[in-house]
């Protein structure tokens, strides 16, 4: 019997497009707009969870009290902050081209992302994906982002994919957590700026440098 190549389930900042510092820096940013000042490696080891997540845990660290509407407001900040850099904002070395392999192999692939569609949309566009015609899940669509399953699992039911036999692709530890606790394999890479002892740590069970190395060592996982 046959078995067919695994299911692809990317996260998408730091994974397929260069935007972790630029997120960082925005959030640097709204933070200080309301009065927290917090070094922006703080910040960076939060990058890749969910945003009110990342907003309770830093809170928690400073021990700054806000109200509940100005925490409501931060992520709006933080978006508006983004698209101040969001000129900066590039596709990863081979990311295109892995997605584009993928699809004239005809391996199911999607893309799950901490980020809403606000900020998520314009790095769509530079990977030639289309929410209308790929699966996109974005932060809009479930209940809970990583560390939390949701995005990855709402990404294999929409691909009509087993989520065990699926492989998630991130650059942080909260993508390869959240890959562990969906119970699907879990690829690393290191152009987000976690190491690769992190990434092991964490439970990746391969970890490469950017889409660019994904795509020359795919049959390593198991693509064909």
């Known amino acids: ?103 004239e192999q005809n391996i199911p692939w999607a893309i799950g992302t901490s980020g809403r569609i606000e900020t998520a949309g314009p790095s769509l566009g530079m990977l030639d994906v289309d929410p209308e015609r790929d699966v996109v899940v974005t932060r809009d669509q479930v209940k809970h982002a990583k560390p939390d399953p949701d995005l990855f699992l709402a990404a294999a039911e929409t691909l009509g994919t087993d989520i065990q036999d699926a492989i998630v692709v991130g650059d942080s530890i909260w993508d390869v957590l959240a890959a562990r606790r969906a119970r699907a394999l879990a690829v690393g890479l290191l152009s987000g700026g976690y190491g690769q002892d992190e990434l092991e740590r964490a439970g990746a069970y391969r970890v490469y440098d950017d889409p660019q190395d994904l795509l020359t060592h795919l049959d390593e996982v198991g693509a064909r």
């Open 1 to 103: 019997m046959t078995r067919n190549a695994p299911a692809f389930i990317f996260d998408l900042d730091g994974t397929l497009i260069d935007s972790v510092y630029q997120h960082v820096l925005a959030w640097h940013d709204a933070l200080s707009e309301v009065g927290i000042e917090l070094s922006v490696w703080r910040i960076h080891r939060r990058i890749g969870m969910s945003g009110g997540l990342f907003t309770n845990m830093l809170l928690r660290e400073t021990g700054a009290d806000l109200d509940e509407a100005t925490v409501a407001e931060l992520p709006r900040l933080h978006a508006a902050a983004y698209k101040k850099r969001a000129d900066s904002v590039r596709a990863l070395p081979g990311a295109r081209a892995l997605i584009a392999h993928l699809r």
